[in-house]
């Protein structure tokens, strides 16, 4: 078995709507898919990219993705990258995959001199929970996200 990571390319565009969307199924959040996928498109490999995306494959066959961008630390004075979504299809999961994207995400950070390598998981998600504490991620429990959208964010748009 061969795993490999390599950059999404445009023409990956079905690939990577496919793995949002059942990623968005594995975290029963489908109902909150509301993409276009050519603003994703657009979004992901148009003139300003907003974000990145690497595609593992076992076998030459694709069978998971990362999709990532960079943060900010002003306490650190540099970048960090932000796992926006981690997905690897069921038959392939324990297979090593995962964790090789991971350590993709991970030798990136070193080479773009960043500080870190953060993201969010669901609290009911044991699996990945123990999948992540057991390469070394730690829970941030002391923080709590907080998020403006939709109506809201228009109306905070216009108080000023």
């Not at 909150?32 to 595609?55: C, S, T």
């Not at 990136?108 to 609290?123: K, P, S």
């Amino acid at each position: 078995m061969t795993l490999a990571i390599r950059p999404a390319t445009r023409a990956d565009l079905p690939l990577i709507a496919e793995f949002i969307r059942d990623l968005a199924e594995y975290e029963r959040l489908s109902h909150e898919v509301r993409f276009d996928e050519a603003k994703l498109g657009e979004n992901l490999f148009g003139p300003r990219p907003y974000a990145e995306v690497v595609i593992g494959e076992i076998d030459g066959t694709p069978q998971g993705f990362a999709l990532f961008f960079h943060n900010f630390s002003t306490f650190e004075g540099r970048p960090g990258i932000y796992l926006e979504d981690l997905f690897v299809r069921p038959e392939a999961r324990g297979s090593g995959l995962g964790k090789a994207l991971l350590a993709h995400l991970a030798e990136l950070c070193i080479e773009r001199d960043c500080a870190r390598l953060e993201w969010w998981v669901l609290d009911w998600n044991e699996p990945s929970i123990g999948f992540y504490k057991s390469l070394g991620a730690r829970m941030m429990d002391e923080w709590t996200v907080m998020r403006v959208d939709g109506d809201a964010l228009t109306r905070l748009s216009r108080t000023t």
